[in-house]
Structure formats: C-alpha cells, structure tokens
C-alpha cells in the first residue's frame, strides 16, 4: 500500500481544506504565469488528533508544515524532525515521507502542496536543515489564511495567479527565516553590535570574545548567514550608511566618510567604487526614483 492516512471520517473540528481539481492544476503548470509554482492543495488541521501520512513513494509535489501548536514528528530523507509551534518544515516531491501528529498534544498546522519548476529551489534548506524556526508566525498564519480564504472562494486562473503569488511570499519568508539567527544568538549578538557600530571599527577576534565564539567559528556562521564574513558584512553596513548620506544630506563626501568611520576620504571613496562601480560623487549624481 503506497499511502496510509488515519483520521476521523468527518476531519477535524474546524479543518480548512482546498483542492485544485488536477486538470486546473495541469493548465496552471503549463501557463507562462504559473508554471514556476503552482499551489495544489493547502489546508488547516486544527488540534489534529490522529493526524498520520506515510506516502512511501513520495508526493508529485512539495509539501510544507507549518506548526502553531501541539506537536508532531516528521520522517523522511533518513532524518526524523519534531515540529513543534513556530516550526515549519517542507518535504521534497518524491521523498518517501511520513508524518503524524502526537498522541499527548496533537498538532494545529496549516499546509499546502506546491509544484512548478521552482518549487524545489524555493523549500530547499538555505540554514542547513530542513527545520525552519519561525520569526514572525503570525506573518506566516496570515499568508496561510489569505491563501485558504481565495481558494476556498473559487478557483479559477485569475485565483490560481494570486495563490502563486501568496505562495511565493510565503516560501520565501520561511527560506529568510532559516538564515537569519536567533534572537539572543552570538550571531545575531554580533550582528546587532556591528549595525549599533557603523561608524567604527572591531577587528573581527575582538567581535568573536565579545559574542563568546571563535573567530573562525564566528566567521563560518556569518558566510552562512550573509554570504560573507563579519569585516564584509560590517563594510556593507557603513556604504548603506553612506548612500542614505549621500541620497538625502548635503554633508560633503569627506563629511560621509567621517560619519562612517572613514578618516581617509579618499580610502573611503576606493571603497565606494569598489562595492558600487562608481565614485561617490557619481552616485550621488544618479536620478533615483
């Protein structure tokens, strides 16, 4: 047998559930507009008692978790995931998986199933595990519920184009969410002293005794986090400073590079070019808007 489900024949008390008939479906996916990411299925399973897939040959599509409350364990790829509340997780098309929730404290989730040529690079880990720490869950439930609501109105192209489009929102939330660091975190300790710092400088073992790490250590959590180092991301720091001087003050470019922490003017403005393509001055030339 292929799929087991076990839940009681009526749902769950107050259950959201959307279906994309599959012949909408395979028009969506081969529409210019929504053949990158196509929603085909999205739901709430509130309090889910009894609440088990196991799909031993994987689904067509990606599916994602999204967990508010309760709990409950996730299988697949060789790895078992407790999600517990402000935990998502998404699972690739094709991957034998199972997932049920907890006997003791049965899992809230919303989810939804998603296919398109992009599906797989919007879910796939960009933290380094599957796992994704929710900052902003109310966020999340709120894209979760605008998807269900236009779904559960009608389906139609025109409704198929705006779910994509709330899908993309979302799936891109949950990537943000598993690089950024936690609240409270050495990482995210550091990156708070760097901003508070934009106008000095901190060489980066003197940031890594600050947050309790080794400068190397340090350093890997920022590629991984930023895609680049600490000195980077601090110098990426000081020149967004500097265009917002330069964009809506009349301070001198000498005075911009005092007030980022440049004493050289003309070291600050090699900086600039090397991170812009252009001079400070020129910048400030540009039209904008």
Not at 26 to 36: F, I
Not at 122 to 134: E, I
Not at 234 to 245: D, Q, W
């Amino acid at each position: 047998m292929d799929e087991t489900t076990t839940q009681r024949a009526e749902g769950f008390a107050h259950q959201r559930l959307c279906v994309v008939p599959r012949p909408q479906v395979d028009l969506a996916l081969a529409s210019p507009v929504t053949r990158r990411l196509t929603v085909t299925d999205a739901g709430l399973f509130p309090r889910a008692e009894g609440h088990v897939r196991v799909r031993r040959d994987g689904a067509a599509e990606t599916i994602v978790l999204v967990c508010i409350a309760g709990s409950g364990d996730v299988r697949f790829g060789g790895d078992e995931y407790v999600l517990g509340p402000g935990t998502g997780i998404a699972i690739p098309a094709g991957a034998p998986h199972e997932y049920r929730s907890s006997t003791a404290d049965p899992w809230t989730i919303w989810w939804l199933h998603v296919g398109g040529t992009d599906a797989a690079e919007l879910t796939a880990p960009a933290g380094g595990t599957r796992l994704v720490r929710l900052r902003a869950v109310d966020r999340v439930v709120a894209l979760f519920d605008e998807l269900v609501t236009l779904l559960e109105r009608r389906i139609s192209p025109a409704h198929l184009v705006a779910a994509s489009g709330i899908a993309w929102n979302l799936l891109t939330r949950l990537t943000v969410d598993s690089t950024l660091p936690a609240d409270g975190s050495p990482l995210e300790r550091a990156i708070r002293y760097l901003e508070a710092r934009v106008d000095g400088t901190i060489p980066v073992a003197d940031l890594a005794a600050l947050v309790g790490l080794s400068p190397s250590h340090l350093s890997a959590l920022f590629r991984q986090a930023t895609g680049s180092g600490p000195a980077a991301f601090h110098t990426s720091l000081r020149m967004g400073r500097a265009r917002a001087l330069l964009d809506t003050s009349s301070l001198t470019v000498a005075e911009v590079a005092a007030a980022v922490g440049y004493a050289d003017p003309l070291y600050f403005s090699r900086q600039f070019r090397r991170v812009h393509d252009l001079s400070p001055t020129a910048y400030r030339a540009q039209h904008k808007g």
